[in-house]
Every structure is written in structure tokens, then in C-alpha cells.
């Protein structure tokens, strides 16, 4: 973990709700996909949890979506410093891929998994994204996965764009070697049903400090409650109790 004041060098809306933040600052400790920053925001007692999007060398994205007073106080942000944690929670082990991996988002799940998409195909691995949303005015991102080299599809609830149902949908029938997710927890539950293989969860929860300290944020596991901050965000498929 490294404390950093971060530059914002841009942000702008993806969608209605949905924003996307460029900062210039040290990535460091940033070491994984699906590792997520800790941010300060003037007026507010809790720093706000956000997954890192993307990194490179002095560059990090963020994706967001405005629920409450911090992401609202984000959004109207054009220039200016943050002072952020980074390098917090686990993140994905790619390792474990195989050759064929399907990545699976829901909402603003799918941000992390652009670093982990962008990072396997540098690998070489044949890559396949589902993304779900519940209408078509909430996608975003789908344009840059495909330009990662990655076969996308994307599925809305109302059906109003792609296939119609949910990201588990276009399941049926694909070959995969192992998943990968992150979305609301209903859906983690569905992909944890759907899947017949392997895989890996980001799961979401209120967090106080974000480092493990105040024991804020757990959840069960086969070995006992684990801290989302800090032994998550990431747990495997075979260790969730639902």
C-alpha cells in the first residue's frame, strides 16, 4: 500500500451515471488486475473505494459511477490532486487462465477487467468478454475490449441492445478454460451457477478503512470469514459460501 497525491488529467462521462478518470501520480504498488485505490475527498470522514481500471507506469484510470455525496463531489472534477492509496486488495492471478478465459461484467464490474483483458492478450491468450447491462443507454466499454482483440458480447436485460437476458446468458454453448468476474452480487451468484469451470470473483462490500483493520467488510468463506479489502477483492470459486 502507497499514500500518493495523484494529478487529474481527465473526466469525463462514459454514460449518464457513469464517469472516467485519468490521474498522473505513482503506480507503484499497483501490482495486479482488479486491485482497487482508496480516495480522499475533502468534507467526507471515508475515503471512497474505487477498482483501478487500467495502469501503466505514472498513469492510472478510473471508472466510476455517481451513487452518493463522494462519487457526485468526483464527477465535478476537472482539474486538481486527490490523495489516493493504491496498490490495495489482491487482485486476479492469471495464472491460472488456460488458453481460452471468459471475462464476465455487470455494470461498473467491468472496469477492472479491461487491465486483466488488456494483460492476457499481451499474453497471447484468446480472450472472450461478456458484458451485461440492463439497457443500452448503460453500456460502455465494449468498443475498447474489441479493440484489445477480444471477442465481445454484450447482453441487456430489456433487450434493448445485443442479447437479450443477462451476462450469464451468453454462456450456453461457449468454450472457455476458466472465468473471471466482477459485478453486484446477485450476479456473482448467477456466474458462480452458470460456470463449469474455475474461476475468480471481485466481490463488492462497505468498507471503513480499506486495509483490513477494522474488520468492516467480510464476508464467509470454506475457511472462515475473509476481508474483502484485504484478503479480497478476489476469492475463488471453490472457497465462496453462498
Same mark, same amino acid.
Given at each position: 500500500m502507497k499514500q500518493s497525491l495523484?494529478? $487529474? $488529467?481527465?473526466?469525463? &462521462?462514459? #454514460?449518464?451515471?457513469?464517469?472516467?478518470?485519468?490521474?498522473?501520480?505513482?503506480?507503484? !504498488?499497483?501490482? /495486479? &488486475?482488479?486491485q482497487f485505490v482508496n480516495i480522499r475527498l475533502d468534507g467526507l470522514f471515508l475515503r471512497r &473505494? $474505487?477498482?483501478?481500471?487500467?495502469w501503466d507506469d505514472g498513469a492510472l484510470t478510473i471508472v466510476y459511477k455517481v451513487v452518493g455525496k463522494g462519487t457526485e463531489a468526483m464527477s465535478c472534477m476537472e482539474t486538481g490532486k486527490l490523495d489516493i492509496l493504491t496498490g490495495l486488495g489482491n487482485g486476479y492471478d492469471m495464472t491460472l487462465s488456460g488458453s481460452k478465459p471468459v471475462l464476465l461484467g455487470g455494470g461498473v464490474g467491468v472496469p477492472p477487467l479491461y487491465g486483466l483483458a488488456r494483460r492476457l492478450r499481451t499474453e497471447g491468450k484468446d480472450v472472450s468478454v461478456?458484458?451485461? +447491462?440492463? #439497457? !443500452?443507454?448503460?453500456?460502455?466499454? /465494449?468498443? !475498447? +475490449?474489441? /479493440?484489445?482483440?477480444? /471477442?465481445?458480447?454484450?447482453? #441487456? !436485460?430489456d433487450g434493448s441492445y445485443g442479447v437479450k437476458g443477462f451476462a450469464t446468458t451468453p454462456l450456453t454453448g461457449m468454450d472457455y478454460t476458466y472465468f473471471y468476474t466482477c459485478g453486484p452480487e446477485p450476479m456473482l451468484k448467477a456466474v458462480y451457477q452458470a460456470t463449469n469451470t474455475s474461476g475468480q470473483m471481485s466481490f463488492e462490500a462497505r468498507m471503513g478503512c480499506g486495509f483490513g483493520a477494522c474488520m468492516?467488510? #467480510?464476508v464467509p468463506t470454506r475457511d472462515g470469514y475473509k476481508r474483502v479489502c484485504k484478503d479480497g477483492p478476489i476469492l475463488y470459486k471453490e472457497e465462496i459460501v453462498w
Open positions: 495523484f494529478e $487529474i $488529467i481527465e473526466n469525463i &462521462p462514459l #454514460t449518464k451515471d457513469v464517469h472516467q478518470m485519468k490521474l498522473s501520480g505513482n503506480t507503484s !504498488a499497483i501490482t /495486479a &488486475p482488479g &473505494p $474505487i477498482s483501478v481500471c487500467d461478456i458484458l451485461g +447491462f440492463n #439497457t !443500452a443507454s448503460e453500456i460502455f466499454y /465494449a468498443e !475498447a +475490449f474489441q /479493440a484489445l482483440g477480444c /471477442a465481445v458480447t454484450v447482453a #441487456t !436485460a468492516g467488510c #467480510t
